[in-house]
């Protein structure tokens, strides 16, 4: 339904590869991105039957809630991260 190229309409290549590096490579993780894709298109699928052709409005709106769920997996990361360390 969406590929990288559609997330690239919203953020950056860099800000793309910053949320989906969780293990600080400096590199790209696509499956980290095609996990969060596929929670978004299950979010939305939850409330309409996804059309074989997309609008650009879906589309979008699949992108978004694919950046909202690699933000949140990132900041899932940096707290794992920091409880690693304290304990």
Do not use: W
């Not at 696509?30 to 939850?46: G, K, L, P, R, T």
């Not at 059309?51 to 694919?66: K, N």
């Amino acid at each position: 339904m969406i590929t990288n190229e559609d997330l690239l309409k919203e953020i950056s290549q860099r800000e793309l590869t910053e949320l989906s590096d969780v293990n600080g490579s400096g590199e790209l993780d696509q499956n980290i991105i095609d996990d969060c894709i596929n929670d978004a298109i299950s979010f939305i699928s939850s409330f309409i039957i996804i059309p074989t052709s997309p609008t650009p409005l879906l589309r979008s709106i699949a992108a978004d809630l694919t950046i909202v769920e690699l933000k949140r997996d990132k900041a899932f990361q940096r707290v794992n991260k920091r409880c690693k360390r304290a304990s």
